[in-house]
């Protein structure tokens, strides 16, 4: 039931931790609705698993409540009633006893229906809220908490409702040794991957064949996803830095640019490399790949403790700037890495544990001619650790990497 990919003793770490921080106010993590679908697989709120380990029950909840007077219902699981007819179409689902309160680590699980009554209580009792769930923009919905805590201040005078909304994106972003182990097992099935789609890889392959040999070597190398849609695009398609239907064909000369991360046990690697489609790059596609190559290295030596991603994008630019591409880095340096591809971002400055994707780009659509070169790196006490570096990317290795015999 629970991913034990983390140690259950982590997630109670991480859920006592968030009760005290809270400093007495009740909260209420929910992770969402839905049903399996049909393609793919129904994910929880990302917050919701990162406290729980669970991705598979829709419509659960976790309530925060540090001054219930009983210690051990100070945080509880809610689940949704069992039904044993759509159970039948879904997958079976545990009764609440003991092995399932040891497998959770909650000293108390109860049914949703009882939700309702329990937040009024604690409403009641400490007369504020604490919003966890991100705030919306005024053309998006009112995040799930908030719109429970709205209705229950129209039911209870002198209810004030707190943004504590930094709470979780602090949490998230240090990530522990057990969340590190899982992203460095993500970037070996990655890295097995391009190794794969480069044994492919040749004038005239369709995108589409280089895209199914880069999953096929995540899964055979013990990757158990994707962390996003792959991107594997030829000649002006390198441009594209969402390109997604990888459905051309490489052409001679062509430079082919693929981004993409397995993941394991729901954390995924971040990783992009351009490759020359005949093996070697012509000369124009060495000058550009070599100044991206420059920028990758002079952002990484900016990353350490205390830096911002803006320190990252700054020093990057300025050597793409230098070297005449200005109007070609057409986005940002990176973002965290975790649970999400763009995982949950606390802002400010970086501290040992976060991991971050640094990618420099430089796309010429005249000449259908895009790099980008992107690596994981984590944040240490000292300085930093590429964990994507033996995916080759200088250009000696790239080129060989292309031309070794298939």
């Known amino acids: 039931m629970i991913d034990t990919h983390?140690?259950?003793?982590?997630?109670?770490?991480?859920?006592?931790?968030?009760?005290?921080?809270?400093?007495?106010?009740p909260a209420v993590v929910f992770?969402?609705?839905?049903?399996?679908?049909?393609?793919?697989?129904?994910?929880?709120?990302?917050?919701?698993?990162?406290?729980?380990?669970?991705?598979?029950?829709?419509?659960?909840?976790?309530?925060?409540?540090?001054?219930?007077?009983?210690?051990?219902?100070?945080?509880?699981?809610?689940?949704?009633?069992?039904?044993?007819?759509?159970?039948?179409?879904?997958?079976?689902?545990e009764t609440i006893n003991t092995r399932l309160k040891g497998e959770t680590g909650f000293d108390a699980v109860m049914r949703t229906y009882a939700l309702p009554v329990w937040l009024a209580k604690a409403a009641q009792r400490t007369k504020k809220l604490a919003c966890l769930h991100p705030f919306g923009v005024h053309t998006a919905p009112v995040s799930?908490?908030?719109?429970?805590?709205?209705?229950?201040?129209?039911?209870?005078?002198?209810?004030?409702?707190?943004?504590?909304?930094?709470?979780?994106?602090?949490?998230?972003?240090v990530k522990s040794r057990a969340e590190q182990k899982l992203v460095g097992r993500a970037v070996e099935a990655t890295a097995a991957g391009f190794d794969a789609l480069t044994r492919a890889l040749k004038p005239g392959v369709a995108e589409k064949d280089l895209e199914h040999a880069?999953?096929?070597?995540?899964?055979?190398?013990?990757?158990?996803?994707?962390?996003?849609?792959?991107?594997?695009?030829?000649?002006?398609?390198?441009?594209?830095l969402h390109y997604k239907d990888n459905s051309g064909t490489v052409g001679k000369g062509d430079l082919v640019l693929v981004d993409a991360g397995a993941s394991v046990g729901n954390y995924t690697a971040d990783v992009t490399r351009t490759y020359p489609a005949d093996g070697r790059f012509t000369k124009r596609q060495r000058e550009v790949y070599a100044v991206a190559l420059k920028a990758l290295s002079g952002a990484t030596r900016a990353a350490k403790p205390g830096a911002t991603?803006?320190?990252?994008?700054?020093?990057?630019?300025?050597?793409?700037?230098?070297?005449?591409?200005?109007?070609?880095?057409?986005?940002?340096?990176?973002?965290?890495?975790?649970?999400?591809?763009?995982?949950?971002d606390p802002a400010g400055k970086l501290a040992a544990g976060m991991i971050v994707t640094i990618e420099p780009g430089?796309?010429?659509?005249?000449?259908?001619?895009?790099?980008?070169?992107?690596?994981?790196?984590?944040?240490?006490?000292?300085?930093?650790?590429?964990?994507?570096?033996?995916?080759?990317?200088?250009?000696?290795?790239?080129?060989?990497?292309?031309?070794?015999?298939k």
């Open 31 to 93: 992770a969402g609705e839905g049903s399996p679908p049909l393609v793919g697989s129904w994910h929880p709120n990302w917050d919701f698993y990162y406290l729980t380990g669970l991705a598979t029950e829709p419509g659960a909840a976790v309530v925060f409540d540090p001054s219930n007077e009983r210690p051990d219902r100070r945080i509880t699981l809610f689940l949704r009633p069992l039904n044993p007819e759509m159970e039948r179409w879904d997958g079976f689902r």
């Open 144 to 173: 799930p908490d908030l719109a429970v805590f709205q209705k229950l201040a129209q039911r209870i005078p002198g209810l004030t409702i707190e943004d504590r909304t930094a709470l979780m994106p602090r949490a998230r972003a």
């Open 214 to 240: 880069l999953t096929r070597g995540f899964t055979d190398a013990g990757g158990t996803g994707m962390g996003y849609n792959p991107i594997v695009g030829s000649g002006l398609n390198t441009c594209v």
């Open 362 to 405: 430089i796309y010429i659509e005249a000449e259908k001619l895009g790099v980008r070169i992107e690596d994981d790196v984590l944040i240490t006490e000292k300085g930093n650790r590429v964990l994507t570096r033996d995916i080759p990317k200088s250009i000696d290795a790239v080129e060989s990497q292309v031309q070794r015999k």
């Open 309 to 344: 991603l803006h320190d990252l994008d700054r020093a990057a630019r300025a050597i793409i700037d230098k070297a005449g591409f200005a109007d070609h880095f057409i986005h940002g340096i990176g973002h965290h890495l975790g649970i999400e591809v763009h995982d949950s």
């Open 6 to 25: 983390i140690p259950v003793s982590e997630y109670v770490a991480r859920r006592k931790k968030l009760l005290r921080e809270l400093k007495g106010a």
